[in-house]
């Protein structure tokens, strides 16, 4: 018979109590559970990182300036076992890698539990993340790196963070690149390198500049370098500004200038201040032909003989973006030929630049062959740009160890 059943219903007070003693030992487990899961996979890695054991091998790749060392040093010696690595060894996933010099970069790198790269110096494909069973955590800078194979990192459940440029608040090396891009442009044109080598070996004037004003500038991609670059053209050397990507529309066009604090179209003549055209007429038109596409799929080879061969003998080539945009033994082909007067490029298929580089000569501008100017990949390597990066690493990493969020996580 059931408890009071004189009233017509059961007594179900001892089963309450049972119930509220289950979920006083229950829900603070949910509670939990449910808060880890909010504060997402970082935070889970950092706490899970506490564990390991002091000290902790760090590797500093590709810091050629030495920028980083005093930076990761003030840290707790004991807790810390620093190499710094300054020579770059051939990517891991370049076609010429042999599979001796893939098994040395593994040998590198496998005994380290935290490396820290800088931008895309040393890329991190899959199949180099599955030979290095310590690594815990990699520090990288800049706020993507295609470099990186973001999904195995995540799959393995490594953090990646990236770093910004607080200095050039958000972007990443906007401004340094648009100097950089603009200066390679006017050296180009000035003969600049050409006639400082010709006075420091006894000579002196060489070949005539070629002005710029008035002249035609041609963006591939008119993204926030290609629109800083043209403005600073526009603004400073009355240059006209011709523009092209797979997915540029002169509406889009429109919209960027006026982004820029520029007019859309001169008040005179109605012309577009950025004006779209096929990319065939940019490269058969333009006296300056500068490179601001984002390095994808779609635009890996953009450049090929073809295109080079379009453009008319007394143009420009700027290359400021990435190497792989161009069809390398293609550009090199036309510039050995002299069919184009200048190309000044800072990127490159391969970096550092192999010591047999037919890149390397001194011969550029000789007997037919076009004048060639290079940097060695600088338009981002400001002093204040990478001592910022390097503080946030170090931020990072403390951070880490001691379980706490982890900024900008790349994934």
């Not at 069973?133 to 953090?159: H, S």
Request: glycine share 6%.
């Amino acid at each position: 018979m059931p408890p009071d059943s004189s009233h017509g219903r059961l007594d179900l007070s001892a089963r309450h109590e049972e119930f509220l003693d289950l979920k006083h030992r229950i829900f603070p487990l949910t509670l939990l559970s449910t808060s880890l899961l909010r504060r997402g996979s970082t935070r889970l890695f950092a706490t899970m990182s506490s564990s390991s054991s002091f000290p902790i091998k760090v590797a500093v790749l590709d810091d050629y300036q030495g920028i980083s060392e005093p930076k990761f040093k003030a840290l707790d010696s004991s807790k810390y076992e620093f190499s710094f690595f300054k020579d770059t060894l051939r990517p891991y996933n370049h076609p010429d890698t042999t599979q001796d010099v893939k098994d040395q970069l593994v040998k590198r790198l496998e005994p380290f539990t935290v490396i820290s790269t800088m931008r895309e110096r040393t890329p991190f494909p899959r199949d180099l993340i599955a030979r290095l069973p310590n690594l815990k955590l990699l520090l990288t800078t800049g706020n993507r790196n295609l470099a990186l194979d973001l999904p195995a990192f995540k799959e393995r459940g490594i953090p990646v963070t990236g770093a910004v440029d607080k200095s050039n608040p958000g972007s990443v090396g906007s401004i340094s690149t648009t100097e950089h891009c603009v200066t390679m442009i006017l050296a180009a044109a000035r003969n600049i390198a050409q006639d400082d080598l010709a006075v420091k070996t006894g000579g002196w004037q060489t070949v005539p500049a070629v002005s710029l004003r008035g002249k035609t500038l041609g963006t591939m991609g008119l993204g926030r370098l290609g629109v800083a670059v043209a403005k600073v053209m526009i603004v400073g050397f009355g240059m006209k500004v011709i523009c092209w990507s797979s997915n540029l529309t002169q509406e889009k066009a429109d919209e960027q200038a006026r982004q820029a604090g520029l007019p859309v179209e001169d008040e005179k003549t109605g012309e577009k201040t950025f004006k779209v055209v096929s990319k065939e007429e940019l490269l058969s038109t333009a006296d300056v032909v500068s490179m601001h596409l984002v390095l994808g799929d779609r635009s890996r080879g953009a450049i090929a003989k073809k295109d080079l061969e379009l453009m008319k003998k007394t143009a420009i080539f700027v290359n400021t973006s990435r190497g792989p945009l161009v069809v390398e033994e293609d550009l090199l082909e036309v510039l050995e030929q002299g069919k184009i007067r200048v190309a000044a490029l800072d990127v490159f298929n391969l970096e550092p630049l192999p010591l047999d580089s037919k890149w390397r000569t001194t011969k550029w501008g000789e007997d037919g062959r076009s004048r060639v100017l290079l940097t060695p990949h600088m338009g981002y390597v400001e002093e204040d740009t990478l001592s910022g990066w390097y503080d946030q690493q170090v931020e990072n990493l403390e951070r880490w160890v001691k379980g706490e969020q982890l900024a900008l996580n790349l994934y």
